[in-house]
């Protein structure tokens, strides 16, 4: 039955996956949509959802493909750089637009490039119609780290979009947000003053909403889903 529909191509990396600016935001943002989830995957607003990968199960993977297609999602990006599903969702919903432009999760400085690829490729899906999944493999730094760029790109202010991811997926830490927020200000040339500002906001979210992450890791491998 795995061969009727091609699953993963083994880059042969080890995921780790978890473990681990703009001009001054008006004073207001756009709204949150209420928190709804998918199959492994929260919705962030009406067009934009993180969260992580397909259950390695075909018959699981499949119906959980097909409730995201139900959802609406017509754009996957893929921050996974150990495994990728271009194969399978092609053999299953080609309408659906996928690009696996993986990085490792270790703790690394992500590039600029990285989040400027992000951002094309939701504006893109924005002119196309349709909702964009952004995804890692368990959910937790990478996927919503780069749909906190998106966020940024959006409109939303660093700590409103931070809190959103939160909110609507408690296990994300959003690791790279800090590099994502620096990426914003340098594609921006934010003055320094609220380069600052805006950084010590972060820092401040972070101290006032603390995440165990290895404890986070440590149950989902437990639970059999990681």
Not at 59 to 64: G, H, T, Y
Not at 102 to 113: L, T
Not at 117 to 127: I, L, P
Not at 216 to 222: A, K, T, Y
Request: aromatic content about 8%; overall charge negative.
């Amino acid at each position: 039955m795995g061969g009727l529909h091609p699953r993963r191509r083994d880059r042969n990396q080890v995921d780790d996956d978890d473990m681990k600016h703009t001009p001054e935001s008006p004073t207001s943002h756009p709204q949150p949509t209420p928190v709804d989830t998918g199959p492994n995957i929260d919705r962030l607003t009406d067009k934009l959802w993180t969260g992580g990968d397909l259950p390695h199960p075909l018959d699981e993977a499949v119906e959980a493909l097909e409730a995201w297609d139900s959802l609406g999602i017509r754009h996957i990006f893929d921050a996974r750089m150990e495994w990728t599903d271009e194969e399978f969702v092609e053999s299953l919903t080609p309408h659906i637009r996928y690009l696996n432009f993986g990085v490792d999760d270790a703790g690394q400085k992500m590039p600029d490039w990285w989040f400027d690829e992000v951002v094309e490729f939701v504006e893109e899906a924005t002119e196309q119609g349709g909702a964009v999944l952004i995804h890692c493999h368990m959910g937790i730094n990478r996927g919503p780290s780069a749909a906190y760029a998106a966020l940024l790109a959006s409109g939303w202010h660093p700590v409103d979009a931070i809190d959103r991811i939160r909110t609507a997926r408690p296990i994300a830490a959003v690791g790279y947000a800090e590099d994502a927020l620096g990426w914003w200000h340098r594609r921006n040339r934010t003055p320094p003053p609220q380069r600052r500002r805006e950084r010590d906001q972060l820092a401040e979210w972070r101290r006032e909403h603390p995440h165990d992450t290895v404890r986070i890791i440590r149950e989902i491998r437990e639970s059999g889903r990681g």
